[in-house]
């Protein structure tokens, strides 16, 4: 089986919250159920200044909303047979000195940013030639993979059999922003409704991603339970309960959590087989 899992930070490349960690943990381990993986994470300045990576010398190049953007592709390679690490290099997006924000806030470009991001992600992992089983994103900075891999992609090769994972890292943080950045997703205007982005009037990527993806997941059981509820749901709740035969909630740092994700994946590659079939 391999994986394609997308994060905006994993350790120690890059890291702002515990989950850095995490999922540098969890990715290591996944060869261990027999899972190859892909790591796709921004290259920001902490990538770029304090670690040697391998040029790829391949770029990608396409329209973010009014101007054409080109990235490139770098890689580090660590001693863990089938887990390779790419960095999607574009300076003026993520050489700055902080991931999100800076002492003035966050920049206000991170809808832009990360709309690029996952669009490059898929572009450039087209030009590896292989063919990915699943799909792993997490939190509202990947989400929109979700619905690229439902929509813009969803006859290329590359994803024709790649089912869809989102973990929710923290049910607060969606990506909410004024609804005419909908203009960087390259979508149509179509999907701005409430049954995928809007939100009272607003764009919400977390809530797009909860909505395409095949399965979901949470970081602990618990959890999984609390955010389909109104008290904890942040207004998500009737959505996320919709799909609650599709949740799970799994902590990364489990010793079982290879396993545990290796059966999410094949329920999400099972439904996603069902759903073309039908």
Request: no cysteine; hydrophobic share 40%.
């Given at each position: 089986?391999?994986?394609?899992?997308?994060?905006?930070?994993?350790?120690?490349?890059?890291?702002?919250?515990?989950?850095?960690?995490?999922?540098?943990?969890?990715?290591?381990?996944?060869?261990?159920?027999?899972?190859?993986?892909?790591?796709?994470?921004?290259?920001?300045?902490?990538?770029?200044?304090?670690?040697?990576?391998?040029?790829?010398?391949?770029?990608?190049?396409?329209?973010?909303?009014?101007?054409?953007?080109?990235?490139?592709?770098?890689?580090?390679?660590?001693?863990?047979?089938?887990?390779?690490?790419?960095?999607?290099?574009?300076?003026h997006y993520f050489y700055r000195p902080g991931y999100y924000g800076d002492e003035r806030g966050e920049y206000h470009d991170n809808p832009e940013r990360f709309c690029f991001f996952c669009r490059a992600v898929l572009e450039f992992a087209k030009l590896l030639k292989k063919r990915y089983d699943i799909a792993h994103a997490n939190g509202w900075h990947t989400a929109m993979v979700c619905a690229l891999l439902k929509t813009i992609f969803r006859n290329e090769r590359t994803f024709n059999k790649a089912a869809t994972v989102l973990t929710i890292h923290n049910i607060s943080e969606q990506g909410i922003f004024d609804r005419w950045n909908?203009?960087?997703?390259?979508?149509?205007?179509?999907?701005?409704?409430?049954?995928?982005?809007?939100?009272?009037?607003?764009?919400?990527?977390?809530?797009?991603?909860i909505a395409f993806a095949d399965k979901l997941s949470a970081l602990s059981p618990a959890i999984a339970s609390q955010i389909q509820t109104k008290e904890f749901g942040y207004s998500l709740d009737e959505l996320l309960h919709s799909r609650s035969e599709d949740i799970v909630g799994i902590s990364f740092d489990s010793e079982d959590s290879p396993k545990l994700f290796k059966n999410l994946y094949k329920a999400a590659s099972k439904k996603k087989q069902e759903t073309l079939k039908s």
């Open positions: 089986m391999r994986v394609l899992f997308i994060t905006s930070e994993i350790a120690p490349y890059s890291k702002t919250t515990g989950f850095a960690d995490l999922a540098a943990a969890f990715v290591r381990a996944l060869p261990n159920a027999q899972i190859s993986v892909d790591v796709f994470s921004p290259m920001y300045k902490s990538v770029k200044d304090n670690f040697k990576t391998e040029d790829l010398k391949t770029k990608i190049s396409f329209p973010v909303f009014r101007r054409h953007q080109t990235a490139y592709l770098r890689r580090i390679k660590p001693p863990e047979k089938n887990t390779t690490f790419y960095f999607v290099e574009h300076d909908f203009n960087f997703t390259g979508l149509s205007w179509n999907y701005f409704n409430w049954h995928y982005f809007e939100f009272y009037g607003k764009m919400n990527l977390l809530k797009a991603g």
